[in-house]
């Protein structure tokens, strides 16, 4: 009997989050004070998120991170998700390789979003916060908050990239059935969004432009905390209960993965997937191959500089050890709005300095192809952002074809793609294009970053 | 340790479908030649459906059926689906009552239907059809098929209420994506089509239309078959599996339904979570209350006619036994498309006959109002179709508070609403409104019925 979908006992669910921080042999860099150029320390972080996850940003030293009873009962609701083997895939591809698949597509808001927003939220409530605000790309994570504040009964304000408001106008929609207050960013209604209005006021928006509005309002608000989806050390934390889960579920399947591939954004289902098992890259000299994908129009990871930058357009952020393309960049209207972020997160970036993984970037039409050759052969519609990982899956795929190599490839499918639907369409009727971005256009975006 | 959520393993996955018909007392009516007034054979269904189907939907004898190797490979792929305590919703409600339901959402393409397209398609390529057809309301049905066409290489035709196109425009689009082709119903390209738009030029469509043009496309293609996504009894037969499922999984939690409830369209996700649990009523005396939820304004079951009528509105069908609003019934534009049907399926109007079961019909308001408390609560965005199964069963939920009595409660969760956005919207604005039908309208369509 072919067996292809993977599923834990609740009794066997992570109990603890792993911070891989703590077994890194470089440590990634500490956030800066922009002022003074000095670390900050988890109370001066606090100003702006929850102290709890203040801290676990910061933390260096423990590998493993208790995941509070109360989550832990959450996480049990919708946890644990299938590792699935995709057979009608590889039989489509004809390829000798074994290609398996984390479904993060079915939890709660159809992503992984909602494995961090649901700590944060607790965290906050904890803390007596009583409003949280994000930022949102293509609304998956202003989705997953939205109803982790609902739970633990705190007002929720969103500001989404004002592209993917119009691209995907459900995402709103959701957040407002769950009761959140949704503004397209850049907005009139902060500092911050006047500011880049002015200077152009055709800005379609980025996650960068979202994150300076987020932050504006939590630090002029009262009583309210910002929260991130993605990029910062906490959030990929609280996601490695994918890739925990997931070397369970590959061990029940009787096999370990030669290559973990997840696409990438500010890099948290990513981390998420890849964090566990690269530990056993670290601690026991394992070979597994770690393949970030990327789109080619947004490719900080192949061809951004690693410099200290801000995390968000408007410099309210610390100053972040990354591979950026300048906090400034504009990416192109690509359809997977949680891949255009210009900076990589301080993790990733110094395991990529450390050659312990790689970037890949992949043109917006070969991750549609991926994406519809999924759905038609495994019956999920995946995001756009998840195609891109699809579509590096599928190049890995035809290279283990070609050379007759049958490799245990695993990638995470980080979201289902029914509220991309129009790109879909799009893609179907030939209207997508490509989009590029040429050395000189990155080069002068670089020019602005922090002295 | 509250346990919230009920997996199966695989070996204990249904090998059996169960056909209520060989245990009814009174059996079901036959279908009939509308011009003979003869009982229909199965080589005559078989005219029109696959002819394993036209056997399984005579079948009167066999109380289980055995699913087909292949079949059972592709359930495992997603079954079981998970049993859901929803302690968040019963908390909400403040009631003693135990809320459970079958979550049928996270099935690919997010609805039960997938369950009958499966089997459906098998038995078509397997007796050697090329192509099938249906028609689809909400799009449900339509998107499963889709899917499990590309599955067994059989090229797809879907007739789309023209109504829910306007309303779920991405519904097409995810069939699109599948290759399938999709016309709005009415259509011009029938002649059932051209009649209807002929003498009411403004026909916005209804399951009623949509069956017509399929099953003329169906008659006039070669190497084609008609198949349909509910009412009949080989759909419902496929769909025990859900109730089969479930059954164990009540186990699991240490209880037993009093209450089953699930919406009610043409009767095959009722069917499908009911049955299993109704044959212990029929065949131990059980005491499971059965509630199918209805629409107030398309309200077949609890203010219909039982008589011999069409499952179309161009009369191409066989005539049916059933509880009926009359065959030319122009159901209100609710936003819940799937149950936009006039008839009943002759078990489930046999079963109410025989006071095994009863109907509740639910205002459009109330339905949205439990749907969006329901998501609020435990973070699934239901199908408007489904807001009838969760308003039905909150009703019952305050019924145990009011009389301090601790019932089980089972609803099915036939599928998520994420495509469905734009109406949680309107709902939000408080756009939305009532429908009802008048004793007078339903009259004036019942004059109609056949001869």
């Known amino acids: 009997m072919k067996q292809k979908k993977f599923i834990l006992e609740e009794k066997d669910l992570p109990t603890q989050w792993y911070n891989i921080q703590a077994d890194m042999v470089h440590k990634p860099g500490l956030p800066l004070n922009p002022a003074t150029r000095q670390p900050l320390s988890a109370e001066d972080l606090s100003h702006i998120f929850a102290y709890e996850c203040s801290k676990q940003e910061l933390d260096q030293e423990h590998a493993w991170i208790d995941i509070p009873e109360e989550v832990q009962e959450k996480y049990r609701f919708y946890r644990s998700t299938p590792l699935v083997r995709a057979y009608e895939l590889e039989k489509a591809l004809d390829t000798p390789a074994h290609i398996y698949f984390k479904n993060e597509s079915v939890n709660p808001l159809g992503s992984h979003k909602i494995n961090s927003a649901l700590p944060q939220c607790y965290y906050c409530k904890q803390e007596g916060t009583t409003n949280v605000t994000t930022e949102t790309g293509a609304g998956q994570w202003g989705a997953a908050l939205s109803y982790a504040a609902k739970v633990y009964g705190l007002e929720c304000a969103v500001y989404q990239v004002k592209l993917t408001m119009q691209q995907k106008p459900y995402r709103s929609l959701i957040m407002r059935t769950f009761g959140a207050s949704v503004e397209g960013s850049p907005s009139m209604s902060t500092r911050a969004g006047k500011d880049i209005l002015t200077k152009d006021p055709t800005h379609s928006g980025s996650l960068g432009t979202a994150i300076?509005?987020?932050?504006?309002?939590?630090?002029?608000?009262?009583?309210?905390?910002?929260?991130?989806?993605?990029?910062?050390?906490?959030?990929?934390?609280?996601?490695?209960?994918?890739?925990?889960?997931?070397?369970?579920?590959?061990?029940?399947?009787?096999?370990?993965?030669?290559?973990?591939?997840?696409?990438?954004?500010?890099?948290?289902?990513?981390?998420?997937?890849?964090?566990?098992?690269?530990?056993?890259?670290?601690?026991?000299?394992?070979?597994?191959?770690?393949?970030?994908?990327?789109?080619?129009?947004?490719?900080?990871?192949?061809?951004?500089?690693?410099?200290?930058?801000?995390?968000?357009?408007?410099?309210?952020?610390?100053?972040?050890?990354?591979?950026?393309?300048?906090?400034?960049?504009?990416?192109?209207?690509?359809?997977?709005?949680?891949?255009?972020?210009?900076?990589?997160?301080?993790?990733?970036?110094?395991?990529?300095?450390?050659?312990?993984?790689?970037?890949?970037?992949?043109?917006?039409?070969?991750?549609?192809?991926?994406?519809?050759?999924?759905?038609?052969?495994?019956?999920?519609?995946?995001?756009?952002?998840?195609?891109?990982?699809?579509?590096?899956?599928?190049?890995?795929?035809?290279?283990?074809?070609?050379?007759?190599?049958?490799?245990?490839?695993?990638?995470?499918?980080?979201?289902?793609?029914?509220?991309?639907?129009?790109?879909?369409?799009?893609?179907?009727?030939?209207?997508?294009?490509?989009?590029?971005?040429?050395?000189?256009?990155?080069?002068?975006?670089?020019?602005?970053?922090?002295?």
């Open 212 to 451: 300076s509005e987020a932050i504006e309002l939590a630090t002029t608000t009262p009583n309210c905390k910002y929260t991130l989806g993605s990029v910062l050390n906490h959030v990929s934390l609280h996601q490695t209960v994918i890739g925990l889960e997931a070397e369970k579920q590959m061990e029940m399947a009787g096999e370990y993965p030669d290559k973990v591939i997840a696409c990438f954004g500010g890099g948290s289902n990513f981390g998420g997937i890849a964090f566990p098992f690269m530990r056993h890259n670290i601690l026991e000299g394992r070979k597994t191959e770690f393949i970030a994908a990327e789109p080619n129009s947004c490719p900080k990871l192949t061809r951004g500089t690693f410099a200290y930058d801000f995390g968000d357009e408007a410099g309210y952020t610390p100053l972040l050890p990354m591979f950026t393309l300048g906090h400034g960049f504009k990416p192109s209207n690509i359809h997977a709005g949680g891949l255009r972020y210009h900076g990589a997160g301080v993790i990733v970036s110094q395991l990529i300095k450390d050659g312990l993984m790689q970037g890949v970037d992949i043109p917006q039409l070969e991750t549609f192809e991926a994406g519809t050759l999924f759905a038609r052969t495994e019956g999920i519609i995946p995001a756009p952002e998840s195609c891109h990982a699809i579509a590096a899956t599928i190049r890995e795929a035809l290279k283990c074809k070609e050379e007759g190599t049958s490799k245990v490839l695993l990638f995470n499918l980080s979201g289902h793609g029914l509220i991309d639907m129009p790109s879909y369409d799009s893609f179907i009727s030939g209207d997508l294009c490509n989009y590029t971005v040429t050395d000189q256009e990155i080069q002068s975006y670089l020019t602005d970053l922090p002295k």
